[in-house]
């Protein structure tokens, strides 16, 4: 049972475009939504969070939007730079620093 | 920022070896450390939690005696693939709690295992 379900599963964007990653999760258990940044052979890297009790968040060129009665949240990347070509991960999670769920990965190729 | 280390980064083993992956907490204590496997292309998906001191818990479909835990201290898991085969081979990925300070999750860097 895929509990966080990831969309597209990849994206080619122009530098300084916007892409935009979308999840949708079932378990209304779920209060933390965190996404990650992965290079290849590296581990996952936390770039942003939101928790349920807000509808956006940003940080710099990353910004969340939340959802709550749909169950589904995005990340957008503004600007987008070809540094940002990375898998980008969506998950949840009881509470923060508790097990992860993550959804499938999409991967982002940002073009010059 | 708070860091996971993982040792070693990437073995290469035989059939029917064992091998052994640590996961240590360099600045930080982690009570609770989860490990995670990920085959290329695809996504992260949780193995066990590690608890210090205790039984690790075993995801649904995750062989325990395949894949033993042992988190000794605050700031060490260990994962060991027994009797290996090739289709173990994958990048393991752990990450630890700071279960003093923050209660926030970080990553290690990962281990590359490749069985022949």
């Known amino acids: 049972q895929q509990q966080v379900k990831q969309s597209p599963q990849s994206l080619i964007v122009q530098k300084g475009g916007i892409s935009i990653i979308n999840c949708a999760y079932e378990?209304?258990?779920?209060?933390?939504f965190p996404w990650y940044q992965q290079f290849p052979g590296k581990g996952p890297a936390l770039l942003i969070a939101?928790?349920?009790?807000?509808s956006e968040k940003k940080e710099g060129r990353f910004t969340i939007s939340f959802n709550k009665s749909a169950k589904q949240f995005s990340l957008h990347i503004m600007d987008s730079q070809p540094g940002d070509s990375a898998t980008y991960f969506c998950?949840?999670?009881?509470?923060?620093?508790?097990?992860?769920?993550f959804g499938g990965g999409t991967r982002v190729l940002v073009k010059p | 920022g708070a860091v996971v280390s993982q040792h070693p980064s990437w073995v290469i083993c035989k059939s029917g070896t064992s091998v052994k992956i640590e996961c240590r907490s360099l600045?930080?204590?982690?009570?609770?450390m989860f490990w995670y496997r990920q085959f290329p292309k695809q996504s992260l998906m949780l193995m066990a939690t590690?608890?210090?001191?205790?039984?690790?818990?075993?995801e649904q479909g995750v062989e325990k005696d395949k894949f033993l835990i042992n988190h000794a201290s605050l700031t060490l898991s260990t994962l060991t693939v027994t009797s290996a085969h090739p289709e173990d081979s994958s990048f393991y990925i752990c990450?630890?709690?700071?279960?003093?300070?923050?209660?926030?999750?970080?990553f290690g860097e990962g281990s590359r295992l490749t069985v022949l």
């Open positions: 990450s630890a709690k700071d279960t003093v300070n923050t209660g926030e999750l970080f």
């Open positions: 378990n209304t258990a779920f209060d933390y």
């Open positions: 939101i928790r349920p009790d807000v």
């Open positions: 998950a949840a999670s009881r509470g923060a620093g508790n097990k992860l769920t």
């Open positions: 600045d930080f204590q982690a009570t609770t």
């Open positions: 590690s608890n210090e001191g205790s039984k690790a818990t075993y």
